[in-house]
């Protein structure tokens, strides 16, 4: 998975595997309840429990494996959890402080990954929200308060994104010294400062 694009995998990973099971959610019916009812019911816990079993399979396999990067030219790179650059395969010769700076590019791409992931999380949790505050309107006849309340959930999908966005300066800046001290990398260094400034958009 490239570094570019690596966010917008994740945030569209996650909530789709909270509804890759399409009997994940339902209630089991009870005597008596409205099979309308029944098909329509969340079950907020099996939705969490999966996403948060995607997001720590995602974790995992971010740390173990080996993180792909994308550059200007068609060459496979990718940064290994020992700080290895790998192009097409090949081990890249480097000192210690170029491994040093390898090292400290992979973990702010973990950085930014990891709070793509909370975004995914939250906007899984905002959808089962919305449509459990819905329902309970619906059957309730009470639809006051529905959208304050959702809201509360959503202005955490807003902290999550303004902490994604303060984590890009930093991130180009490291990407930036480490195409300076190594050149193999610069082709690879493709991040700017338009990146940044579109981000809060």
Same mark, same amino acid.
């Given at each position: 998975?490239?570094?570019?694009?690596?966010?917008?995998?994740?945030?569209?990973?996650?909530?789709?595997?909270?509804? @890759? #099971?399409?009997?994940? &959610?339902?209630?089991?019916?009870?005597?008596?309840?409205?099979?309308?009812?029944?098909?329509?019911?969340?079950?907020?816990?099996? =939705?969490?429990?999966?996403?948060? +079993?995607?997001?720590?399979?995602?974790? !995992?396999?971010?740390?173990?494996?080996?993180?792909?990067?994308?550059?200007? #030219?068609?060459?496979?790179?990718? =940064?290994?959890?020992?700080?290895?650059?790998? $192009?097409?395969?090949?081990?890249?010769?480097?000192?210690?402080?170029?491994? !040093?700076?390898?090292?400290? *590019?992979?973990?702010?791409?973990?950085?930014?990954?990891?709070?793509?992931?909370? $975004? @995914?999380?939250?906007?899984? #949790?905002?959808?089962?929200?919305?449509? &459990? +505050?819905?329902?309970?309107?619906?059957?309730? &006849?009470?639809?006051?308060?529905? +959208? +304050?309340?959702? #809201?509360?959930?959503?202005?955490? =999908?807003?902290?999550?994104?303004?902490?994604?966005?303060?984590?890009?300066?930093?991130?180009?800046?490291?990407?930036?010294?480490?195409?300076?001290?190594?050149?193999?990398?610069?082709? *690879?260094?493709?991040?700017?400062?338009?990146? $940044?400034?579109?981000? &809060? !958009?």
């Amino acid at each position: 998975m490239t570094s570019r694009l690596l966010l917008p995998t994740l945030l569209l990973c996650l909530p789709l595997a909270a509804c @890759g #099971n399409p009997d994940a &959610g339902k209630a089991a019916p009870a005597a008596g309840q409205p099979a309308g009812r029944t098909a329509a019911a969340v079950d907020a816990d099996s =939705i969490g429990k999966t996403v948060q +079993e995607a997001t720590d399979k995602a974790r !995992k396999e971010l740390a173990q494996g080996n993180i792909s990067i994308s550059g200007s #030219n068609d060459a496979k790179a990718e =940064i290994t959890p020992q700080g290895d650059l790998l $192009i097409d395969g090949t081990t890249v010769p480097t000192d210690a402080n170029q491994r !040093k700076l390898l090292l400290d *590019y992979r973990r702010q791409v973990e950085a930014l990954a990891g709070a793509g992931m909370n $975004i @995914g999380v939250a906007g899984a #949790n905002l959808g089962v929200k919305a449509a &459990g +505050e819905a329902l309970k309107g619906i059957f309730s &006849g009470d639809t006051q308060g529905i +959208e +304050e309340r959702v #809201n509360a959930e959503s202005s955490k =999908i807003e902290a999550e994104a303004k902490r994604l966005c303060t984590l890009l300066p930093e991130m180009m800046a490291r990407q930036q010294a480490l195409a300076a001290a190594l050149p193999a990398f610069k082709p *690879y260094a493709t991040m700017d400062q338009s990146d $940044i400034d579109d981000c &809060g !958009k």
